[in-house]
Each structure stands twice: as C-alpha cells, then as structure tokens.
C-alpha cells in the first residue's frame, strides 16, 4: 500500500469494512435464493404439473445454495467448499431451468390426431 504511515490503518479498516459488507450480502443473497428455491421446488413437486423430479432438484439445488450462503457467512467467500459446491448448484439449477422448459415445450407441442 502507498498511503502514508499514519493512514495505513484507517485505509485498512475501510477495506476489511468493504469485505465484511460485501460477505454479509453475498451470505443473504445465497440463503434468500435458496429458501426460494426450496419453496419453488417443493410447489413444482407437489403440483406434478411437471415431472417430479425436477422439483426435487430446485430442492437440492436451494439446499446447496442455503449451505453456501452459512459458509459464506462464517467463513468468507475463500472457502474450499463455496468453491466445490458452487458448481453442483450452479450445474442443478441449470438442470432444473432446462428441464423446466423441455417439459414445458413437450406439453405445450400440438399432437396428432389418429
């Protein structure tokens, strides 16, 4: 850092500030996001509207999702299991977007009459 010595500790204690904020947020984020996904997940499987399974894994994807956001919470964003579990969420909920929508386009295609 460039700063004089007599500012070091406050322009220290300003950036430990940023991070502290930016952590809590994230942690919200992720813990909103995943109850939402949870609750989402759980109408999707009970509606049957869609294949069960797909509501099964907003479920599990919400749950990673609420898992990231308490390790975020106690641990900051350079933990080793935001890192592996973020991409079992990411890759469930891109799962449960495509599965949402090649569920949708085979109900919603005209069949043919016999």
Do not use: C
């Not at 898992?67 to 080793?80: H, L, N, T």
């Amino acid at each position: 850092m460039t700063a004089p010595h007599a500012e070091k500790a406050s322009r220290f204690a300003t950036a430990e500030t940023v991070l502290w904020t930016e952590w809590g947020v994230q942690s919200y984020f992720h813990m909103m996001y995943g109850v939402t996904l949870i609750l989402l997940g759980a109408a999707v499987a009970v509606s049957r509207l869609f294949g069960a399974w797909i509501g099964w894994v907003a479920v599990a994807a919400g749950g990673l999702s609420l898992a990231i956001g308490i390790d975020v919470a106690y641990k900051g964003s350079e933990s080793g299991f935001n890192d592996v579990a973020g991409v079992g969420y990411q890759l469930l909920v891109l799962l449960f977007v495509v599965g949402l929508f090649v569920t949708e386009l085979r109900s919603s295609a005209p069949r043919a009459s016999r």
